[in-house]
Protein backbone atom coordinates (compact mmCIF):
# COMPACT_ATOMS: atom_id res chain seq x y z
CA UNK A 1 0.00 0.00 0.00
CA UNK A 2 1.28 3.32 -1.04
CA UNK A 3 1.67 5.86 1.97
CA UNK A 4 -1.05 8.45 0.13
CA UNK A 5 -3.27 5.80 -0.08
CA UNK A 6 -2.93 4.72 3.24
CA UNK A 7 -3.28 8.39 4.55
CA UNK A 8 -6.35 8.75 2.51
CA UNK A 9 -8.02 5.76 4.45
CA UNK A 10 -6.75 7.04 7.71
CA UNK A 11 -8.69 10.56 7.02
CA UNK A 12 -11.84 8.62 5.85
CA UNK A 13 -11.48 6.59 9.27
CA UNK A 14 -11.21 9.52 11.47
CA UNK A 15 -14.56 11.18 9.55
CA UNK A 16 -16.64 8.20 9.34
CA UNK A 17 -16.09 7.50 12.98
CA UNK A 18 -16.81 11.38 13.85
CA UNK A 19 -19.94 11.04 11.74
CA UNK A 20 -20.75 7.37 13.34
CA UNK A 21 -20.76 9.54 16.99
CA UNK A 22 -22.44 11.70 15.47
CA UNK A 23 -25.26 9.95 14.16
CA UNK A 24 -26.05 8.06 17.40
CA UNK A 25 -25.52 11.45 19.43
CA UNK A 26 -28.96 12.86 17.13
CA UNK A 27 -30.54 9.33 17.53
CA UNK A 28 -29.95 9.47 21.55
CA UNK A 29 -31.34 12.97 21.63
CA UNK A 30 -34.39 11.67 18.81
CA UNK A 31 -35.14 9.21 21.54
CA UNK A 32 -35.56 11.44 24.69
CA UNK A 33 -37.62 13.76 23.34
CA UNK A 34 -41.22 13.46 23.85
CA UNK A 35 -41.94 14.02 19.95
CA UNK A 36 -39.72 11.28 18.85
CA UNK A 37 -40.11 10.40 15.07
CA UNK A 38 -40.04 7.03 14.55
CA UNK A 39 -38.90 6.94 10.77
CA UNK A 40 -36.57 9.18 10.81
CA UNK A 41 -34.84 7.58 13.90
CA UNK A 42 -34.80 3.91 11.96
CA UNK A 43 -33.40 5.73 9.37
CA UNK A 44 -30.57 7.23 11.32
CA UNK A 45 -29.57 4.21 12.73
CA UNK A 46 -29.73 2.16 9.19
CA UNK A 47 -27.16 5.01 8.26
CA UNK A 48 -25.26 4.59 11.07
CA UNK A 49 -25.02 0.86 10.56
CA UNK A 50 -24.27 1.88 7.06
CA UNK A 51 -21.15 3.63 8.28
CA UNK A 52 -20.21 1.43 10.75
CA UNK A 53 -19.57 -1.42 7.94
CA UNK A 54 -18.01 1.40 5.99
CA UNK A 55 -15.45 1.86 8.93
CA UNK A 56 -14.74 -1.88 9.14
CA UNK A 57 -13.94 -1.95 5.35
CA UNK A 58 -11.98 0.90 5.67
CA UNK A 59 -9.70 -0.86 8.80
CA UNK A 60 -9.53 -4.52 6.92
CA UNK A 61 -7.62 -1.90 4.23
CA UNK A 62 -5.20 -0.72 6.50
CA UNK A 63 -4.78 -3.92 8.52
CA UNK A 64 -4.66 -7.14 6.07
CA UNK A 65 -4.99 -10.11 7.59
CA UNK A 66 -1.68 -11.48 7.86
CA UNK A 67 -1.13 -15.51 7.81
CA UNK A 68 1.48 -16.85 10.28
Do not use: F, G, Y
Not at 15 to 22: I, P, T, V, Y
Not at 32 to 57: F, H, M, P, Y
Amino acid sequence: MQRLDERELREELVKLRAEHRDLDDEIVTLEASATAEQLLIKRLKKRKLAVKDRIAVVEDQLLPDIIA
